[in-house]
């Protein structure tokens, strides 16, 4: 089967997901789009596939109805969306050379409109983590701050790690430069979880960084101007991106002398 027939009978046969993806997207997170621009322009990028081999094809077809038990057993939408970029990317995969490709899954799934689910299911366990890390960060430096769920209290005062601090948008960010970094080096499956693992934890300590810095912003009696908040978190995503473009370049290191 040729290329974009392939791509279209996979559109076609998931056009549930996409009437929904497409009133999501209305909705909110347009910007999870970006995630897909990304990925489109980095396919335009790679020679041009003419033939589907007809075992992919096969594997399409399973996908496609699997999504249609999907659609009629009352599963959410999401879980649609999800078969839908798995299905894509059996495609997406051959345009880079690739039998399974990790980084092209990885921006498919940050282009869906799941960034409210991810604040629902991920944003107060995460706060509740980096609530506590900070104040063992902070105990470290000589302040004594007590940790309460989602609470820094320290000489009476408390300051709330509120939901904009659980670090979900700094998450989706970082995930997305890792997925790109991992896009541009084509990295293998192995390769890959070992950035994203680490990507991961930076993208987590970054968070823990930054709720410890507006600690000190909140406790201090100087009148600091409103932009202040937001440019300690921009300065903070800086280091973290500078971190992990170090640790891209010890992996592409490792991976030229192997």
């Known amino acids: 089967m040729k290329y974009p027939h392939a791509i279209g009978l996979c559109l076609l046969a998931n056009w549930p997901s996409l009437a929904w993806l497409f009133y999501r997207f209305k909705e909110s997170d347009g910007h999870c789009l970006f995630a897909l621009a990304i990925l489109i322009f980095f396919i335009s990028k790679e020679k041009r596939l003419e033939i589907v081999a007809v075992k992919y094809v096969k594997w399409s077809l399973i996908l496609n109805l699997l999504a249609l038990i ?152 100087l009148q600091l101007p409103e932009f202040t908040h937001n440019a300690v978190g921009l300065f903070v995503f800086a280091l973290f991106a500078f971190s992990l473009l170090l640790i891209q370049k010890r992996i592409s290191n490792a991976k030229a002398l192997s």
Not at 97 to 122: D, H, N, R
Not at 171 to 176: D, Q, V
Not at 192 to 219: D, P
């Open 70 to 221: 999907t659609l009629f057993s009352g599963l959410p939408p999401i879980a649609l969306a999800f078969i839908l970029i798995i299905n894509l990317n059996l495609f997406i995969s051959l345009s880079f050379q690739k039998t399974w490709f990790w980084p092209s899954l990885s921006l498919l799934a940050l282009s869906l409109p799941i960034m409210s689910s991810l604040q629902f299911f991920f944003g107060y366990p995460l706060r509740l983590l980096a609530t506590q890390a900070s104040a063992i960060l902070l105990k470290v430096g000589g302040i004594n701050v007590d940790a309460h769920g989602t609470v820094l209290e320290w000489q009476g005062r408390q300051t709330v790690v509120d939901a904009p601090c659980s670090g979900i948008n700094m998450l989706w960010a970082g995930l997305l430069l890792i997925s790109i970094i991992a896009l541009y080096e084509k990295l293998s499956t192995l390769q890959f979880f070992k950035f994203f693992t680490m990507g991961f934890g930076v993208i987590f300590l970054a968070n823990v960084i930054r709720n410890t810095a507006l600690f000190y912003l909140e406790n201090t009696p």
